[in-house]
T-cell receptor
Framework: DQQVKQNSPSLSVQEGRISILNCDYT??????FLWYKKYPAEGPTFLIS?????DKNEDGRFTVFLNKSAKHLSLHIVPSQPGDSAVYFC??????????????FGSGTQLTVLP | DSGVTQTPKHLITATGQRVTLRCSPR?????VYWYQQSLDQGLQFLIQ???????AKGNILERFSAQQFPDLHSELNLSSLELGDSALYFC?????????????FGDGTRLSIL
């Protein structure tokens, strides 16, 4: 049972436009959400996170939105740049695990930004 | 550069063998996590250590074990290897295990079983 789902395996966007990556989750105990970017032959790189007490967090060109009632989060990248082309993973963790904060990952979305 | 170092980058071995993967966390991080990424499973949590003690277990096989040493580096031991163990193994670290702190990942060890 996939608790974190990224239903779009790939997304292509023109340089300078907005990229919107989506993620859905089923576990209502999740209270901390993260986005990671991954280039080939490298490990995931942390981008931005959001706690369940917020509905928006912004860091430069990256904004994450959380809709708890819909169990949905999204990552907006504005403006998109060719260097943003990578696989983006959504991840979540839940407070019921106590002091353990293992992450549950989605399957990833390959973003391609076209020049 | 995340500050998390994993060695070796690549490992090729045969079925039935035993290997050890090593991870050095970022300076100051007390928590270490191990994840497995296989082609059909995505990134799956294996095990977490916090300041030398096991804190949580995920989908880790009994043939696999890990430990965290006093200097906070960690090792993942995989034994009686099978073809299906071929995967990327990532280590991640964070400041503490219980707060909303992001995990930072190393570049992984690619394990190939022939």
């Amino acid at each position: 049972d996939q608790q974190v789902k990224q239903n779009s395996p790939s997304l292509s966007v023109q340089e300078g436009r907005i990229s919107i990556l989506n993620c859905d989750y089923t576990n209502s105990m999740f209270d901390y959400f993260l986005w990671y970017k991954k280039y080939p032959a490298e490990g995931p790189t942390f981008l931005i996170s959001i706690s369940s007490i917020k509905d928006k967090n912004e860091d430069g060109r990256f904004t994450v939105f959380l809709n708890k009632s819909a169990k949905h989060l999204s990552l907006h990248i504005v403006p998109s740049q060719p260097g943003d082309s990578a696989v983006y993973f959504c991840a979540a963790s839940d407070f019921s695990s106590g002091s353990a904060r293992q992450l549950t990952f989605g399957s990833g979305t390959q973003l391609t930004v076209l020049p | 550069d995340s500050g998390v170092t994993q060695t070796p980058k690549h490992l090729i071995t045969a079925t039935g063998q035993r290997v050890t993967l090593r991870c050095s966390p970022r300076s100051g991080d007390l928590s270490v996590y191990w994840y497995q990424q296989s082609l059909d499973q995505g990134l799956q949590f294996l095990i977490q250590y916090y300041n030398g003690e096991e804190r949580a277990k995920g989908n880790i096989l009994e043939r696999f074990s890990a430990q965290q040493f006093p200097d906070l580096h960690s090792e993942l031991n995989l034994s009686s290897l099978e073809l299906g163990d071929s995967a990327l193994y990532f280590c991640a670290s964070s400041v503490a295990g219980g707060r909303n702190q992001p995990q930072h990942f190393g570049d992984g060890t690619r394990l190939s079983i022939l």
